[in-house]
T-cell receptor, first 110, second 113 residues
């Protein structure tokens, strides 16, 4: 089992819809979770971090964490073509390493 | 502020050649990292430096060496390049290790022929 797993996609959603990106992790003791966005040919940039169970909202983005299910998700409301990118989930494990998932490619269709 | 600066942006090598990728950060961060990114593989950690004067192996260190020259600079050296090292290389930094929030450079696209 890989330490951090994501659906590779591509995930296609129409403009204005909600995009839902999912991530699962294997280390039950993980405490910190991050979502990075990476545009094609560019470097990753942090868009959300979450540390506690529940939802965390920042503008059109909502991160959801369920530690019991070892699951973290990112919802993008009112998706825009400019949201088209690869989204990387990263997890800080209990053994002090940050592990990145393989990323999910999102395409928002105008 | 430039953030994290990597040089060069592109490089083509022949098998067996050597080269050094340079990275510098101006955020006074203690920790620095080198990753490689291959299609479908996500970011894989090559080496990291938790603090000035220390370096440690990551997930895929074979064929690479690093130097933490000072607090600002962290270089990655390929002693004898192989086609399997064709990849995009990212340098990153964070305030502390293991780096809740990492800031990435623009990347180096390396092709080994």
């Amino acid at each position: 089992q890989k330490e951090v797993e994501q659906n590779s996609g591509p995930l296609s959603v129409p403009e204005g819809a909600i995009a839902s990106l999912n991530c699962t992790y294997s280390d039950r003791g993980s405490q910190s979770f991050f979502w990075y966005r990476q545009y094609s040919g560019k470097s990753p940039e942090l868009i959300m971090s979450i540390y506690s169970n529940g939802d965390k909202e920042d503008g059109r983005f909502t991160a959801q964490l369920n530690k019991a299910s070892q699951y973290v998700s990112l919802l993008i409301r009112d998706s825009q073509p400019s949201d088209s990118a690869t989204y990387l989930c990263a997890v800080k494990t209990s053994y002090d390493k940050v592990i990145f998932g393989p990323g999910t490619s999102l395409s928002v269709i105008p | 502020n430039a953030g994290v600066t990597q040089t060069p942006k592109f490089q083509v090598l022949k098998t067996g050649q050597s080269m050094t990728l340079q990275c510098a950060q101006d955020m006074n961060h203690n920790s620095m990292y080198w990753y490689r990114q291959d299609p479908g593989m996500g970011l894989r950690l090559i080496y990291y430096s938790a603090s000035e004067g220390t370096t440690d192996k990551g997930e895929v260190p074979n064929g690479y060496n690093v130097s933490r020259l000072n607090k600002r600079e962290f270089s990655l050296r390929l002693e004898s390049a192989a086609p399997s090292q064709t990849s995009v290389y990212f340098c990153a930094s964070s305030e502390a290790y293991p780096g809740d929030i990492q800031y990435f450079g623009a990347g180096t696209r390396l092709s080994v022929l």
